[in-house]
C-alpha cells in the first residue's frame, strides 16, 4: 500500500504533533545519564500496591461516576480546601489526562478560542492543539497569571476557557499568590469565562499549607477542577478526578460513559483506603514533602553554586521543576545534543510552548529522581556547559 | 446563571444522544424484577482479584502502548487464532470501550461516513454519532452481514470503516459464518475499506471453536481488532485491547498518549498473569462455557414453550443474548411499563438502531445473570404479554 493508498483519517490526525519530547526522554534515558529531564515522582516514597480486602463485588461493571465511597471521601478533602463540591459532583477519571481530554471534547470545535498559561503544561497544549483549538498564551510569573496580558487577551477575542496550572506549576514550579487567585477569580466571574484549575501538585507544598483553589473564589463563572493520585500516591492506578460545577458535572458524566465506560474499580478502592486511613495519609504526605523539600533545597543550592552567573529562576515552594532561564545562551534545545554527550540531561523549554513558538533559553530541571551527589554534578556539568556558550 | 449564561459548548455536545439505556436499565434494576436486560457477565465466575507477587516497580508510570509481557501474550493469542500480529503492534486499551473511542478520534471528522450493521452495538453507535459520523446501517442475518446491501450501499457512498461485531454480536447473539467473513474480507480488500473489527465475545462459543477473525483474512485492507478481558476475566480492571495494522498501530499510539497516558498497570499485570496460566485460562474458559451454555439451552427451552407463537428468533451459538422478534407486536419499548408492572425486564430493540429509526419490534434477552427457575418463569410472562397485545 503506497501513501496515497493510506485510509482517510481525520483532521485530527494532521494536527498530531510530533513526539519532540518521547524523542528528548528517550535519549535521556540512556544508561550513566544525570537526567533532570523525566518528571516521574520518586518511586521509592510510593505505598504498597495490595488489594486484600477488596470486595469480591468490585470485580463487575461499575458505574460511570465512579465509586460512591472514594466520591465521597474527595468532596470532603475539597470541600476542606474551601471548594464547596458535594460527591455527586465529583467524577473519578482515569488519571487526570483523561480529565484533560474531557475538557477537549467538552469545550472544543475547531477553531474554538482557550487559553493557557505561557509556557504550559505540556499534555493540554497537545490535547487542545489535538481538537482544533485556537490556543493563546497568557504569561506568567512566579506570582502566578498576568493579569494585564490576561485583560488584553480577552478585550480581542473572549475566550471559552482558561486552563492553569496555579499551584507549583509543570514546567515553571510557579505558584499563584492568595491575591492573585482572588483577583483571576474575580475577573473570570466579570467575563464569565470557565476555569480550567488542573492541581495535581497543589499536596506537594513544602513551605506553607498548600493553597486554596482559584475555583474556590468563583461566585458566579463556571469552573472545572482536575484532582490526581499520581503525585502523591501510585501513578499506575491511573485514578484521577475532575469536580465541576453543578452545571458542567453532567456533561461530563454523560462524556466519561463513551470514553472508557468507568475508570478501573481495584484503583479506586485502593485510592479510597489510602484517603481513610487519616493517620497514616498524614504522616506519608509528610514524607513526601521533607524528602521533596530537601531536594528543592539541594537543588537550588547547586545552581547558586554553578549556575548563578549564566541563569536565573525563582526557587519553588512545591511541586518538582525548577524552571531556569539561561540568559547566557539562546537556544536550549540546539545544546542538549552536547549536554547528553557530557551525561547530564534537561528538558528545553521549548517543548512548554505551542509548537512553531521559536527558539528558547530556558530549561525544565527536575529534582525529583536524581540523588544528592548527582544532582550537584550535574548542575555543575550544566553551568560549565552554558558558561562554554555563552553568546 | 440562566440557561443563555451556560458555557459555549462543543457541538459535540449538541449531539450526546439522551440516555435511554440508562434510564432503561436504571428501571430494570429494581428489587424482585426478573430482569434479561442487562449485559453484565455473570459475577460469581469471575477469578478473584489479587496483586500478590506485583512487582513494586508497577507503581511508577508506564509507557503508553502497555505493559510488553502482556503485549507479548495477547499477540501469541491472535497468532494462534490466524491473525498475524506482532507485540509491537498491539495497543493495550482502558477496556475495548476506549478502543472504540480512538477508532473514532482517528477517523471520524463531522460528516465522515462510516458503516455499522443494523442492529448495531450501542455503545458505539453513541461514540459515532458523538464524533458526528453519517453513520449507515447494514442489516445482519444470523450467517452474518448482507453482502448486497453492503455492496449497495458502498456504491452510493464508499464510507472510511466498517464497523462489526462478527462474533455472537451484541445485541443478535448472530455470528458470521466461515463463508461470510471470506467474502467479506475480500470485498473490503476490492474497495479498500477499513475494516473496524470488535471481539469481545469470541471466546464464549458454546458449540464450536471461536470462530477465526475477520481481519485475518484480509490481504490488504487496513485493519483493527478490537480485544476485552471484560467477558472472560474481571470487567472492573477495565483493561482491553486493539490490535491493529502496521499502517494503523502508530497512529493509535499517539492518540492513546494525549487520551489517558495509559492503562492501569496492576490490572495489565493481573490479565497477563491470567493468560500465562495456559492450564489454569483453559479450565477457567471451559467452566464459563458450560456455565453459559446451559443458559443458553435454558432460554431457548423457555422461548420455545411460552413465546413460539407470538416470536422468532435464532439460537446463539456463542455470547449473552437472543434477539427475539416479537412478530406479534409492534413497538416493544411502548410495552416495557407493562412488562415492568409484571416483574419482568428486556431491553427494547430500539436502543440499537441511531435515534429516529422508528420502532422497533425485537427484544435482547441477556441469559447471563438469571436463575434457571426464574429464567423460564420471566420469559412465560414476556409470553403472557405479548399474546395479550398480539395485533
Not at 493557557?116 to 510569573?141: D, I, S
Request: aromatic share 10%; hydrophobic share 40%.
Amino acid at each position: 500500500m503506497t501513501q496515497s493508498d493510506l485510509p482517510h483519517f481525520s483532521r485530527r490526525i494532521s494536527r498530531l504533533t510530533s513526539s519532540l519530547i518521547r524523542e528528548l526522554l528517550a535519549l535521556t534515558q540512556q544508561p550513566g545519564i544525570i537526567s533532570f529531564a523525566g518528571g516521574l515522582p520518586a518511586e521509592a516514597l510510593m505505598p504498597p500496591l495490595s488489594l486484600e480486602g477488596v470486595p469480591p463485588a468490585l470485580r463487575q461493571y461499575g458505574t460511570t461516576d465512579g465509586e460512591p465511597g472514594l466520591r465521597e471521601a474527595l468532596s470532603a478533602r475539597l470541600n476542606a480546601q474551601g471548594l464547596a463540591c458535594p460527591a455527586e459532583n465529583v467524577l473519578i477519571t482515569s488519571g487526570s489526562q483523561q480529565g484533560i481530554d474531557m475538557v477537549a471534547k467538552v469545550f472544543i470545535d475547531e477553531g474554538t478560542p482557550v487559553l493557557l498559561e505561557k509556557p504550559a503544561y505540556l499534555a493540554a497544549l497537545q490535547v487542545y492543539g489535538l481538537y482544533g483549538a485556537a490556543m493563546q498564551g497568557v504569561a506568567v510569573h512566579p506570582d502566578g497569571i498576568d493579569m494585564d496580558s490576561l485583560r488584553a487577551v480577552c478585550a480581542a477575542q473572549r475566550p471559552v476557557f482558561l486552563y492553569i496550572n496555579p499551584s507549583f506549576q509543570n514546567p515553571t514550579g510557579y505558584s499563584y499568590s492568595d491575591a492573585r487567585r482572588r483577583e483571576l477569580a474575580a475577573f473570570l466571574d466579570e467575563q464569565n469565562i470557565v476555569l480550567i484549575e488542573d492541581n495535581p501538585y497543589g499536596e506537594l507544598s513544602y513551605d506553607a499549607p498548600q493553597p486554596a483553589p482559584v475555583s474556590a473564589y468563583l461566585k458566579s463563572a463556571p469552573w472545572v477542577y482536575l484532582g490526581s493520585f499520581s503525585k502523591i500516591a501510585v501513578p499506575a492506578w491511573r485514578v484521577g478526578y475532575l469536580a465541576a460545577d453543578p452545571r458542567l458535572a453532567p456533561v461530563f458524566r454523560k462524556i466519561k460513559q463513551g470514553t472508557d465506560l468507568h475508570t478501573n474499580r481495584p484503583g479506586q478502592w485502593w485510592c479510597e483506603q489510602f484517603l481513610r486511613d487519616e493517620a497514616g495519609l498524614a504522616a506519608h504526605l509528610d514524607r513526601l514533602r521533607d524528602y521533596y523539600r530537601g531536594q528543592r533545597d539541594a537543588m537550588e543550592a547547586a545552581l547558586n553554586e554553578h549556575m548563578a552567573d549564566v541563569a536565573e529562576w525563582s526557587a519553588p515552594q512545591g511541586g518538582l521543576f525548577f524552571w531556569v532561564r539561561v540568559h547566557a545562551v539562546e537556544d536550549t534545545r540546539a545544546l542538549l545534543d552536547e549536554a547528553l554527550a557530557r551525561q547530564v540531561a534537561y528538558l528545553p523549554g521549548e517543548a512548554f510552548y505551542p509548537p512553531g513558538s521559536g527558539v528558547c533559553n530556558a530549561i525544565r530541571l527536575s529534582f525529583s529522581g536524581v540523588s544528592r551527589e548527582s544532582l550537584n554534578e550535574g548542575v555543575a556539568r550544566l553551568g560549565a556547559l552554558f558558561r562554554e556558550h555563552r553568546r
